[in-house]
T-cell receptor
Framework: GQNIDQPTEMTATEGAIVQINCTYQ??????LFWYQQHAGEAPTFLSY??LDGLEEKGRFSSFLSRSKGYSYLLLKELQMKDSASYLC??????????WGAGTKLIIKP | DVKVTQSSRYLVKRTGEKVFLECVQD?????MFWYRQDPGLGLRLIYF???????EKGDIPEGYSVSREKKERFSLILESASTNQTSMYLC????????????FGPGTRLTVL
């Protein structure tokens, strides 16, 4: 079967750094997306990785290791507005997205 | 900006009713998707469409049907709503499948009583 694992919930402090992990077992791999979803809102695109390594975009970075079936999203200089759920999604061999359940990130002052 | 709109943010229906959820995108995207999102579960694909009048079953199509008569519009139909279809329904669209970045609508929270 296909499986995406993420922690259910994480808590971090404003101004700090947090790393959200995602491990996957899927039928094929054609890329990995991270999306942000604020409560009651639509998911919005954060990052896309298809090759191994780190992609940096401002305060957010995403890392991929295809051999380990592993990705992480790194959020720096946390702000209160970063409180949201973070969704990991893997593109499988049929180019469909397989979604993790999401990680709810709580930021405390 | 890509815009995906859904006909209702909140909907309350009774068991056995026929329910229509409408989704419209304004960016001429080829691909459209319907998901449901439930607590503790990832987004689960109900149906998707690669082109007008085309539809493909996703992972959980039972109890649902879809219609795509125009490129910009993708409708989800619950033929006879049941309480286990109470959920958040999200519509999405994308331009390419080889890079399947999906743009989502705001969602419809459906409650079936």
């Amino acid at each position: 079967g296909q499986n995406i694992d993420q922690p259910t919930e994480m808590t971090a402090t404003e101004g700090a750094i947090v790393q959200i992990n995602c491990t996957y077992q899927t039928s094929g791999f054609n890329g990995l997306f991270w999306y942000q979803q604020h409560a009651g809102e639509a998911p919005t695109f954060l990052s896309y990785n298809v090759l191994d390594g780190l992609e940096e975009k401002g305060r957010f970075s995403s890392f991929l290791s295809r051999s380990k079936g592993y990705s992480y999203l790194l959020l720096k200089e946390l702000q209160m507005k970063d409180s949201a759920s973070y969704l990991c999604a893997v593109v499988d061999s049929n180019y469909q997205l397989i979604w993790g359940a999401g990680t709810k990130l709580i930021i405390k002052p | 900006d890509v815009k995906v709109t859904q006909s209702s943010r909140y909907l309350v229906k009774r068991t056995g009713e026929k329910v229509f959820l409408e989704c419209v995108q304004d960016m001429d995207h080829e691909n459209m998707f319907w998901y449901r999102q439930d607590p503790g579960l990832g987004l689960r694909l109900i149906y998707f469409s690669y082109d007008v009048k085309m539809k493909e079953k996703g992972d959980i199509p039972e109890g649902y049907s879809v219609s795509r008569e125009k490129k910009e519009r993708f409708s989800l139909i619950l033929e006879s709503a049941s309480t286990n279809q109470t959920s958040m329904y999200l519509c999405a669209s994308s331009n390419r499948l080889d890079y399947n970045e999906q743009f989502f609508g705001p969602g419809t929270r459906l409650t079936v009583l």
